[in-house]
């Protein structure tokens, strides 16, 4: 039965700093790297098939490092460009892949674009704005914030990539690891779990712990 393995990225830099991050390209704090290979220790027993990152270091930084620490003696390989990803399929042969994950990095699974908000401290912007509307541009499914993407706009493009690349491997029984962002891996559990507007505030997912679900007769079931 195929698994797939969802994981926000660990502790970033502005994380500590509480600052709005979206798609600035910030890198793990010390603490995040602890979180991704304790996750990584936690996630060590699964033969990992492929693996899908969005382009923010701190999310392919997670999964590099949650996979140095598989029990597999697999060799991660990045597939980032079209010229790679050509490699992949004409140079590497069946044989030489037994021992090799490829790392699929994609901008879909981005987290959401946090418009005005990116640089900006959550504290001093929820005292600028009040704590409702601020609590509404990060949690709920459809306010965005100033000039970024809402929860809804994120799903737009998260899902279809969802659907497109990942449920073909898992259907194939390929174990499937996405390292991703606190709101994009929100749209995605939402579609996964069937979660309603409402429902989606509530859901919180923190740094570096994994969600792991089985797929089975066409549905993936938490466990
Ligand atoms: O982009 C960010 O600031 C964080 O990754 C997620 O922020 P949030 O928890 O405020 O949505």
Redesign the pocket.
């Known amino acids: 039965m195929a698994k797939l393995i969802l994981i926000r990225h660990g502790q ?1 830099m ?2 500590i700093k509480n ?4 798609w600035v390209d910030v890198p793990l704090s010390a603490n995040g790297i602890s979180e991704a290979i304790e996750a990584g220790k936690q996630l060590a027993d699964i033969n990992f098939d492929v693996v899908y990152t969005s382009m923010q270091i701190r999310a392919l930084e997670t999964a590099m490092i949650a996979l140095a620490q598989n029990n597999s003696d697999k060799t991660p390989i990045l597939l980032h460009t079209e010229a790679k990803l050509k490699e992949w399929t004409t140079i590497y042969d069946d044989e030489m892949k037994k021992n090799m994950i490829p790392v699929h990095h994609n901008w879909h699974l981005n ?2 674009y ?1 418009g005005e908000l990116q640089g900006k401290n ?1 504290t001093k912007t929820a005292e600028e704005f009040g704590e409702e509307q601020v609590h509404l541009w ?2 709920s499914y459809d306010v965005p914030p100033p000039n970024g993407e809402s929860l809804e706009d994120t799903a737009k493009r998260t899902i279809p990539f969802f659907k497109e690349s990942v449920i073909p491997e898992l259907k194939t029984d390929k174990n499937v690891l996405i390292s991703a ?3 994009s891996l929100r749209s995605i559990v939402m579609y996964i779990e069937n979660l309603s507007k409402e429902e989606i505030v509530q859901l ?1 997912i923190p740094t570096g712990k994994p969600i792991l679900y089985e797929y089975e007769e066409d549905k993936l079931i938490r466990i």
Request: net charge positive.
């Open positions: 970033s502005w994380n600052v709005f991050t979206g987290e959401r946090y959550k990060r949690r962002h606190g709101n919180e």
